[in-house]
């Protein structure tokens, strides 16, 4: 059952029933404050940072779930009638619904008796504020008297204390309302410099500060007294629950519109300029920000803006295929998600609540891949510097680092072992998109100590040799803590509930027996892929030495995984504690899984001697659903603590035989390695969210975003997607689209045009912004093959092979691809 409608002309996705399975939701905003809003207008507005600020409440597992947010009340004065425009949270039935989710900004749009109601929801770009752009407009025959209501709760600021420390926290609360805006500064008299400001653009009837005086005793966001009365109670408040309403009257003729711009944003003050008077918040700078974006027609141009943003990141690559469910994601949706991911990394969503992490190493690394092609290049060049940052001088890295002081997470520390190569891989993605070479010069801390300092080729070398420097009994990689798959975890010694399951093994590697044993068939592909890019950084940089070496343990890793990481028809996952396989035919359970499979594949690992072929045909037997391919087979069935948060899974969820959308993508490059354009495309298609739009009501989560999660065939929940938006999916997926199954590929020397598609293609094309050039790049298959070029031409003029040169003259060139 569908919900709604991609109108990719508008770039918006349409729902036209705001009773969705789940809250569909839309991010709003960028560098750093940020809106998370959903098809009802739920959802709350923070800043990304170290201090995980947040300005409004959303309170996680309410019931309902969609529960808190920007809430508005419209009230027939004459009647006493009132519902909400975003349907939540009065869900009186409307007249008409549509909710339109675009790239930054939401519109929601309603209509009841007579009366329509359309609020554009958006971050003006550079700016901590959002702007709601509300329209009321009578449509019936009648004059129409009503009383409009707003409403947010504000969080006090930091998530976590305001949910824990209440003997505190509802204490603390403090507002100042002055010409109608309401100025939210708990903690302001103290150590905060920081403030929240909620305005209206139209004059106020009254306005409320404490969530109970406008609710009423026992009442809930559905049947607020204020509203069900018709008048604020010009309440303040002091302590307890802070909230934002204002109570706005009027009078609409027949076909008369009123708008109005509200604005909740968060504010600075300069330490020294702090109060205006004693105790009273210094509004000067804020002012200013109100009455701009109070006016229409600067909201309009601060609109415009984020349209032209949205455009410029967009025009980096289009694409026009065959499938128009492809061209959707990868045109639009699929972009969009790669830069919220780049941004948000998996801090939070409604999956996950901003408290309890940073930004991951490994996430950072893997979300670059999706963005360098249109990101500034400064910006990718900075973020790979910030990593380079908090890797250790053995070569190790903090798995988890903080956006705002850019230091390292020692809480969770180091020795999850596939963090360094993720370093490698992710400097090379850039190098071959921007032709970069000079960031290898760059200087980064090791540790954030600016006395520790090396260039960041030399971090990529640590990166190389701590692997080196890990390597188990087989000579493969150890483990550590966990690699790509953070639930598998061989090196506990013990849990408790409330423990992590990834053991501190750092010190265990050096002093335990246990550390020293488990090694991991991923990192061991990872590890050849990396060192592949380490060698040609290091031939280009005339580094023999580094080149010799990176060949020489590239061949001895090879070695190793063909003589202890082959099963007989797939590759093993890894060695235990006790030195025993994993994925292996000889277990019960956990006989095969999808990561080791797909990125020998990515790393090229058995395409000569035919068992990634084998490996895949495995893969396809066992691991493929029609929801797409889960992580093993079987499940497990019971908790083992040898095995650690893996089975801590029912089976068919997350780890534990779920439908791991991430590794997904990288199932479609191997299959692309192999030149299997069918299957490539038919795992694409299997958990691309536009495929799925068609079973929304079993997929539950939105049809424009990839999940983390699909419920695995072991689960009573089979299809069912969870964990939406904040997921490397997105990355890897884009990437294996555009690189790998279209085949545009940025490399050291040009772009490679290497197509793997379905045989019954007829074509495709591509444009696509490289190096400062634009190129229109038609793709011909008259002989209906799967992979294979005959002829490139550039301009009208042969190229040799398929590898488009380097230009530097900014202009648009024309390349034809002849398949064949």
């Known amino acids: 059952m569908k919900f709604g409608y991609f109108d990719n002309e508008k770039r918006e996705y349409i729902i036209e029933k705001p009773d969705t399975p789940m809250p569909w939701i839309n991010y709003l905003g960028q560098d750093g404050f940020f809106g998370m809003i959903s098809n009802t207008g739920s959802g709350y507005t923070f800043m990304i940072d170290a201090r995980k600020l947040r300005l409004t409440r959303y309170r996680y597992n309410n019931v309902p779930m969609d529960g808190g947010g920007r809430y508005f009340y419209i009230r027939d004065n004459q009647t006493g009638a009132f519902w909400s425009p975003g349907w939540l949270p009065v869900k009186q039935p409307l007249d008409f619904y549509e909710c339109r989710h675009g790239q930054g900004y939401t519109v929601l749009s309603s209509e009841k008796d007579g009366i329509g109601v359309s609020i554009r929801f958006f971050v003006p770009p550079g700016e901590t504020l959002e702007v709601w752009e509300m329209d009321v407009v009578n449509r019936s025959a009648e004059t ?124 600075e003050n300069p330490e020294k300029e702090k109060f205006s008077s004693k105790g009273v918040l210094n509004k000067r700078r804020v002012r200013a920000v109100i009455r701009k974006y109070s006016d229409r027609a600067q909201s309009e141009k601060a609109f ?66 999706g963005v360098v092609h249109f990101l500034p290049k400064e910006k990718s060049r900075q973020r790979i510097l910030d990593l380079a940052a908090i890797q250790w001088r053995d070569g190790a890295c903090y798995h988890q680092y903080q956006l705002l002081d850019k230091k390292g997470n020692a809480d969770v520390g180091a020795g999850f072992n596939d963090d360094p190569c993720w370093l490698i891989l992710a400097t090379a993605a850039y190098i071959k998109e921007t032709g970069d070479w000079t960031i290898l010069n760059a200087k980064a801390d090791f540790d954030n100590n600016p006395k520790d300092r090396a260039t960041l080729y030399e971090h990529l070398k640590l990166s190389f040799g701590y692997i080196l420097k890990h390597l188990g009994p087989h000579k493969l990689p150890l483990i550590g803590r966990a690699d790509w798959n953070d639930c598998l975890n061989l090196t506990m010694t013990s849990i408790k509930p409330g423990d992590t399951f990834q053991a501190d093994a750092t010190a265990a590697e050096l002093t335990d027996p246990i550390g020293r044993v488990p090694e ?107 929801h797409g391919v889960v992580v093993q087979q079987p499940a497990y069935s019971e908790y083992d603590f040898y095995k650690g948060e893996i089975t801590s899974y029912p089976p068919g969820v997350k780890e534990n035989a779920g439908v791991f959308c991430h590794p997904n993508g990288w199932v479609v490059i191997a ?30 989560a939105e049809p424009y975003i990839y999940c983390q999660m699909i419920a695995g065939p072991d689960s009573k929940r089979f299809g069912e997607g969870k964990n939406s938006w904040l997921t490397g999916t997105a990355s890897a997926n884009f990437y294996a689209v555009s690189q790998y199954l279209l085949g545009i590929r940025p490399e050291y ?63 648009t060139h024309k390349v034809k691809v002849v398949m064949g």
């Open 144 to 267: 129409k008297s009503i009383s409009l209501f707003t409403f947010v709760e504000f969080c006090l600021w930091e998530a976590l204390t305001d949910a824990t420390n209440l003997q505190r926290t509802l204490n603390l609360g403090e507002v100042e309302v002055e010409d109608g805006v309401i100025y939210h500064k708990t903690e302001y008299r103290e150590r905060r410099n920081h403030f929240a400001f909620f305005s209206s653009s139209e004059k106020t009837e009254g306005t409320d500060t404490d969530r109970d005086a406008f609710l009423g005793p026992y009442n809930g966001f559905h049947e607020p007294a204020a509203v069900r009365e018709g008048r604020s109670r010009d309440s303040l408040a002091c302590g307890w629950n802070p909230i934002g309403s204002h109570h706005i009257r009027m009078t609409l003729q027949p076909g008369e519109t009123k708008k109005i711009n509200f604005l909740l944003g968060y504010a």
């Open 749 to 811: 020397a040009g772009l490679r045009i290497d197509p793997c598609v379905p045989k019954d293609w007829k074509g495709f094309t591509i444009r696509r912004v490289f190096r400062g050039c634009r190129y229109q790049i038609d793709v011909t298959n008259p002989r209906h093959v799967n992979r294979g070029v005959k002829e490139t031409t550039v301009d009208g003029r042969k190229v040799p092979g398929n590898v488009i040169p380097v230009f530097k003259d900014g202009k």
């Open 304 to 369: 415009q803006a984020l349209r032209k943003m949205w455009d410029g990141l967009f025009e980096n690559l289009q694409v026009s295929t065959p499938k128009k469910e492809l061209d959707t994601m990868v045109n639009i949706w699929n972009q969009y998600q790669c830069f919220i991911t780049y941004n948000m990394a998996r801090s939070t969503s409604f999956f996950e609540t901003g408290i309890g992490r940073g930004i991951g190493f490994r996430d950072a690394c893997q979300d670059l891949l």
């Open 520 to 626: 991991s068939l991923m990192i061991a592909a990872q590890f050849v892929w990396a060192g592949r890019e380490l060698e040609a950084m290091a031939r280009q940089r005339k580094d023999a030495a580094t080149a010799r070496r990176a060949v020489k343990a590239v061949a001895d890793m090879i070695r190793a995984i063909n003589r202890h990481g082959w099963d007989g028809e797939w590759f093993l996952r890894a060695y235990d504690r006790f030195g025993k396989k994993i994925g292996s035919r000889e277990n019960p359970e956990g006989k095969i899984f999808i990561e080791p499979q797909a990125f020998m594949g990515w790393a090229g690992i058995g395409l000569d001697d035919g068992r990634l072929q084998k490996a895949m045909d495995s893969l396809k037997k066992h691991l493929y659903s029609k």
């Open 671 to 700: 299959e692309c390695r192999l030149g299997r354009g069918e299957n490539a495309m038919m795992y694409y298609r299997t958990i691309c969210p536009a495929e799925r739009e068609a079973i929304s009501d079993l997929h539950k």
